[in-house]
C-alpha cells in the first residue's frame, strides 16, 4: 500500500506510516493529571496520578518505539496513561526528533536531555530521586539501553533505579542471528525493515540496506572483537529448535563500513559497550517476544548483563510479536498476551 502511494508521488512510505500511526487525542483521564511540556527544549507529556500519595512517587520515563521514525506522545498515550495509573508512578513521555529528518544522535541527545532535566527539577513533580526508571519499547528501549549507559558513569546525579526494555533493538552488526532467520517475515518487524529503520536513524538514508543484512559492513576483525557478546552461541539451545541458518560469510565492503562505522558506538548499539559500563547498570526488566526478529538481541543483552553481575527480571512471551505492547487497545484490538506484557511491566515496576 504504501510503496503504490509513493509510485503515484500522493506521499512517502514514512509519511504515509506516520499518518496510520499518529493516534487518537483522548479525553481526560479521571485519575490522572496529565500536562504537555517541555525539558530541555524536548516536548514532553506527564502523566500524574491524581489520587494523594504517602510519600513521594517512583518516576518512569518513556521512550516510544517506532524505529526512531514513527511515533508520537499520541500514539503511545493509552499505554503511559495504563502505565501511570496502574503502578500509581509519575509518568513521562519523550517526543524527541524523528529520523530521516534528524539523524542520531539527535533521538539520544533529547532522550538524554529530557531525562536529566526531569533528574534536576524533580521536586517539582512529586517523584523520589531515588527511584526513577527509564523504559521504553523498540526503538525506545535501544534509547533507555543508551541513555541508561550513558547515565550509569555520572556522579551528579542521583543513580537511575531501573532501566525497562521491552523488545529493544540493540545492536546492528548482524541481522543474521537465530531470530533474524526465524522470524524474517513475521509483522509486525520484518528482518529488512529493521536494517532499513537502523540507516534510516544512522544517516537517514537506507541506501546500503542490501549489504547491511548481508554483513559486508562490518570488518573481520571487529566481527571477532565483538564475537564474544554479539554471536548465535551465547543464545540458548532451545530458542534455536525452529531452525537456524549457518551465515555464508560475505565479504567486507570498506567503502560501505565507512558510511555506517558508528554503528559500532554504544549510544546507538548498546550490545557493544564495554563491561566496565555494563557492570555500572541498574537493575533491569527485558522482555522478549518469540516472533520477534530482535528477540536475540535482548536474550543477548540479558547475558552480558547477567554475566556483569546486573540483576535482571526477564518476561518472555512465548505467543507474542514484535510491537504487541503498543497494539494494548489500539483502534479496538487487543491481544490478551500484549495485557500480559504490560502487566508484567506494571508489577516490575510495583516491586521497585
Request: hydrophobic content about 35%.
Amino acid at each position: 500500500q504504501g510503496r503504490i502511494l509513493e509510485k503515484t508521488g500522493l506521499c512517502s512510505q514514512i509519511t504515509f506510516g506516520r499518518y496510520v500511526r499518529q493516534g487518537r487525542k483522548l479525553g481526560v483521564d479521571p485519575k490522572l493529571f496529565i500536562r504537555d511540556l517541555q525539558f530541555n527544549k524536548v516536548p514532553v507529556r506527564v502523566y500524574q496520578p491524581k489520587a494523594t500519595s504517602e510519600g513521594r512517587r517512583r518516576g518512569i520515563i518513556f521512550f516510544h518505539g517506532g524505529g526512531w521514525v514513527f511515533g508520537s506522545l499520541d500514539t503511545y498515550e493509552k499505554v503511559c496513561r495504563y502505565i501511570s495509573r496502574e503502578s500509581e508512578s509519575v509518568v513521562v513521555s519523550v517526543q524527541y526528533r524523528l529520523a530521516p529528518e534528524h539523524k542520531y544522535p539527535a533521538a539520544y541527545e533529547d532522550c538524554l536531555n529530557a531525562t536529566i532535566h526531569f533528574m534536576k527539577n524533580i521536586e517539582h513533580y512529586g517523584v523520589d530521586p531515588a527511584n526513577v526508571i527509564v523504559c521504553g519499547d523498540s526503538a525506545g528501549g535501544n534509547l533507555a539501553a543508551a541513555v541508561s549507559q550513558t547515565l550509569a558513569g555520572r556522579s551528579d546525579l542521583p543513580r537511575l533505579r531501573a532501566q525497562v526494555l521491552i523488545y529493544p533493538g540493540l545492536q546492528a552488526l548482524d541481522f543474521n542471528l537465530p531470530s533474524y532467520h526465524q522470524n524474517r517475515g513475521v509483522p509486525l518487524l520484518f528482518r529488512e525493515r529493521a536494517a532499513f529503520f537502523a540507516l534510516q536513524y544512522l544517516n537517514g538514508d537506507a541506501l546500503h540496506v542490501q549489504e547491511v543484512l548481508e554483513g559486508s559492513h562490518i570488518p573481520p576483525d571487529m566481527r571477532l572483537k565483538y564475537r564474544k557478546w554479539v554471536s548465535p552461541d551465547n543464545i540458548p539451545e532451545k530458542f534455536k529448535v525452529r531452525g537456524v541458518k549457518p551465515l555464508r560469510p560475505t565479504d567486507f565492503i570498506a567503502e560501505v563500513y565507512e558510511t555506517v562505522k558508528r554503528f559500532c558506538e554504544p549510544n546507538l548499539c548498546p550490545l557493544l559497550a564495554e563491561d566496565a559500563i555494563v557492570h555500572q547498570l541498574p537493575e533491569s526488566f527485558i522482555l522478549t517476544c518469540e516472533y520477534d526478529v530482535l528477540r536475540d538481541d535482548g536474550l543477548l543483552y540479558k547475558k552480558r548483563l547477567e554475566d556483569n553481575g546486573v540483576r535482571v527480571t526477564w518476561y518472555h512471551l512465548e505467543d507474542g510479536f514484535h510491537g504487541i505492547i503498543s497494539l494494548y487497545d489500539y483502534c479496538g484490538f487487543s491481544f490478551p498476551s500484549g495485557k500480559r506484557g504490560l502487566d508484567s511491566v506494571v508489577n516490575f515496576l510495583k516491586s521497585l
